[in-house]
């Protein structure tokens, strides 16, 4: 039995890796799936067929989070497909996953890199979620990317590891304050992982032996290794788990 049949998903950033297989792995459970995507229009579309092609059900809206203009056309868009397509229930997973990586030092940090950070990676699943929870079933679920740099310290990412030192607390907030409403919200907290992100350190050879090196099990993480871990949040088998942050680096720097 699929453990989220008739469920409806909502995956921020769902075009491409660890959020495109997010989306493909709550859609094997069964779920319906809303990949948004940014600006990536055909890879979030070639989501949507490959779910289809595996007899799932998912659309793609596409939408500017940066801007709260481009969150509220998110959701008006996410309003029309829920009543066109799903008689108008409301959602049941959302997925904060959209965001930016940005390699770059406290020295080196500016403004407008700062704030480029920010607004992807705070500003955006703060709105998101207050958009999302007057839609949010109850007994739903939220699930936030952190990231295990809030635990390792990685002065290379200064920014960036700020941005989700705030979604570790934005989580526990969450958690808190939904508890009444029997939702759930979590944080998972990848490693290095084969991602876009970290194309240039996993295409070097000794970027891939410090990469393989941070883990346990000496190897560099895959999008799938997140989004199994999303699929078991998203069910009912995690109903007693809540504020958590999950780490998902394969161990790294135990």
């Known amino acids: 039995m699929r453990r989220l049949e008739g469920k409806i998903a909502l995956v921020t950033g769902g075009s491409r890796g660890i959020g495109r297989s997010i989306a493909l792995r709550l859609a094997q459970e069964g779920a319906f799936v ?8 055909h890879e979030a579309e070639a989501v ?30 996410l309003d029309e497909t829920l009543h066109n397509r799903t008689e108008g229930s409301g959602l049941d997973i959302l997925v904060n996953n959209a965001g930016i990586g940005q390699i770059v030092g406290l020295e080196k940090t500016t403004e407008q890199s700062f704030d480029e950070v920010m607004r992807l990676n705070v500003k955006a699943p703060l709105f998101v979620t207050q958009q999302a929870l007057p839609r949010l079933n ?26 989700k030192g705030a979604i570790d607390t934005f989580t526990r907030l969450l958690a808190k304050q939904l508890a009444s409403r029997h939702i759930t919200v979590n944080a998972i907290q990848p490693g290095i992982i084969n991602t876009e992100m970290n194309a240039g350190t996993l295409q070097d050879p000794q970027g891939q032996a410090y990469a393989a090196g941070l883990s346990a099990f000496n190897r560099w993480g895959e999008p799938e290794d997140v989004a199994d871990i999303a699929a078991f949040l998203a069910s009912p088998d995690s109903r007693w788990i809540t504020g958590q942050l999950l780490d998902a680096s394969g161990g790294s720097r135990l």
């Not at 809303?34 to 229009?41: S, T």
């Not at 067929?49 to 709260?68: F, H, K, P, V």
């Not at 936030?144 to 960036?160: G, Q």
Request: charged share 15%.
């Open 34 to 41: 809303i990949v948004h995507y940014g600006r990536r229009q």
């Open 48 to 77: 949507v067929r490959q779910i289809e092609q595996s007899g799932g059900n998912a659309c793609a809206i596409g939408a500017d989070l940066s801007t709260m203009d481009g969150i509220l056309d998110l959701f008006a868009a």
């Open 138 to 163: 109850e007994g739903g679920r939220i699930i936030n990317l952190s990231s295990f740099v809030t635990r390792v310290a990685s002065p290379t990412v200064f920014v960036y590891s700020m941005s």
